[in-house]
């Protein structure tokens, strides 16, 4: 079963994009209904469900997205046996991780989010998981039959009717409480998820797999495979919920007040974050592919082909970083204001540009080493890169307050991603070299923004003071980066021949 890898990524992309910029008109709608404050409580109590999420499913996703891809990889398989697995699996941990919650909810409304008052809601929260878990497998059963379209049209299905429903509910509800905020995320988590899991269960019947024996695992083995993936998943939820139950109590140690600390908090989970990840949505469409892609070649045992895509995907995926970086640097403080955020979301958004290349690297080299079956070493490392911006919330926020957090990111993102990175040279045999890989983008960025800011002026605009002028000079400016990064990768290349002959 071939699939065709760039087609699959551009079309999960654009729709991906399309959500991912409707995401952050909502984020914008949101704070400006519901303020900076009421968002960071949003943040953390979305924190808690994500983590209580990929506990209960077992990242069930990466599951059935690596194992029945590896599956359709050999001659003698039975996928659907595979499915069956996850889903009873999956399906056994999230009714037994909901009925936890739903026996501790005050102590969960206490312990991580401060509240006396959210038993009710938490509550409410558990009754969602075992369908987060089932729509889960059945995408991750879609994505390794190469169904993109699929899964594209169910993300596009949950996250539209997530949207409708918050909107809504914001606009005509205006939850003003703690408690009120915490409802409002349980239904309409659970009101969208049962319309997807609808819209799946229609469409599953097109995903046809041919079976040619018995499946390759028992659910033992299945089991065994299965325990690192759910545990390094649960283990990297765990220290993200914990670095942002963090952040809003080490800003009060800095001197802020309570509210002022959440209202940080949220300016920098709802406009921040989601502005430096936009641009990585191609790079998030083709992890996916990548994961399955990655299991089926090492499957097989395609040493040459699995060298082939780890290069491009880590070659192409700093060529786009880069450029992204340039633009957040050049026009970071006027998209900072523009969506809401303010002097403090513009300065930020500036200040962690330059280790956005880091950030965009992980969402692929994750997919590289977790579809080689390097799991161990994932958690490993999450773990060591965590502890490292752990230690760093704990000790620069209460000194300098909220630019500890950029500290942290910085630290923790290049720490992660350079072990990342020597390991997939490691477990992929691909080469690179500095110039081609750093080098060369680094001077194209620069090039290509002085020569349009020359033109700029010549023709008397200044980008930074108008929206349209900043998209007119990224469209104008991609094109030109792309012309001279490849021009100078092709002289790269001849002085290599050259040099070797």
């Known amino acids: 079963m071939k699939r065709n890898i760039l087609k699959d990524t551009v079309l999960l992309t654009v729709i991906q994009m399309l959500l991912d910029g409707l995401s952050l008109l909502l984020n914008a709608f949101m704070t400006k209904h519901l303020g900076t404050e009421s968002m960071g409580v949003l943040t953390l109590t979305g924190s808690f469900f994500r983590l209580a999420s990929m506990i209960a499913s077992g990242n069930v996703f990466l599951c059935a997205s690596r194992f029945i891809s590896e599956e359709l990889g050999k001659e003698i398989r039975n996928p659907k046996k595979v499915l069956f697995y996850c889903m009873t699996v999956s399906l056994g941990l999230s009714l037994f991780v909901s009925l936890l919650i739903i026996v501790f909810a005050p102590w969960c409304g206490m312990q991580f989010l401060k509240r006396s008052d959210l038993t009710s809601p938490i509550r409410m929260m558990a009754v969602s998981l075992p369908l987060v878990t089932i729509t889960s497998c059945l995408k991750g059963y879609c994505n390794a039959c190469c169904k ?272 990342r990175l020597v390991h997939v040279k490691k477990i992929t045999g691909m080469e690179f070299s500095l110039v081609k890989l750093l080098g060369i983008p680094i001077f194209s960025a620069v090039l290509s923004a002085e020569l349009m800011l020359m033109l700029f002026h010549v023709i008397h605009i200044i980008p930074e003071k108008h929206s349209i002028s900043m998209i007119i000079f990224s469209v104008l400016c991609c094109p030109v980066y792309l012309l001279i990064q490849k021009e100078l990768s092709a002289l790269h290349f001849r002085a290599e021949i050259t040099e070797k002959s």
Not at 338 to 366: D, K, N, Q, S
């Open 148 to 419: 993109t379209g699929i899964c594209a049209s169910a993300d596009a299905v949950d996250f539209l009717m997530h949207t409708l429903l918050t909107a809504g509910a914001v606009w005509f509800m205006h939850p003003e409480t703690y408690a009120g905020i915490c409802y409002m995320t349980a239904y309409c988590t659970i009101g969208s998820e049962m319309i997807t899991l609808l819209f799946l269960l229609c469409c599953l019947p097109s995903c046809q797999t041919e079976t040619t024996g018995t499946a390759s695992i028992s659910i033992k083995k299945y089991i065994t495979l299965a325990i690192p993936v759910m545990a390094g998943s649960a283990l990297t939820s765990f220290l993200s919920s914990a670095n942002d139950a963090l952040v809003p109590v080490t800003l009060k140690q800095s001197g802020n007040s309570g509210a002022e600390a959440l209202s940080q908090f949220g300016i920098f989970e709802a406009i921040v974050i989601p502005v430096l990840f936009f641009p990585s949505t191609v790079l998030v469409s083709l992890s996916g592919i990548l994961i399955t892609e990655m299991a089926r070649e090492n499957s097989a045992c395609n040493k040459s082909r699995i060298t082939c895509i780890a290069e491009k995907a880590v070659q192409k995926t700093i060529v786009f970083a880069v450029f992204v970086t340039e633009i957040l640097i050049l026009f970071g403080d006027e998209i900072g204001e523009l969506l809401g955020g303010g002097i403090t979301a513009g300065r930020t958004i500036t200040l962690i540009a330059p280790v956005v290349p880091f950030i965009y690297l992980e969402i692929v080299l994750e997919s590289i080493i977790k579809g080689t079956g390097a799991q161990t070493f994932s958690s490993l490392n999450y773990l060591a890169e965590y502890i490292v911006r752990i230690s760093c919330v704990l000790i620069f926020i209460p000194i300098i307050g909220f630019y500890g957090i950029v500290l942290s990111y910085y630290a923790s993102n290049i720490f992660g991603n350079v072990s």
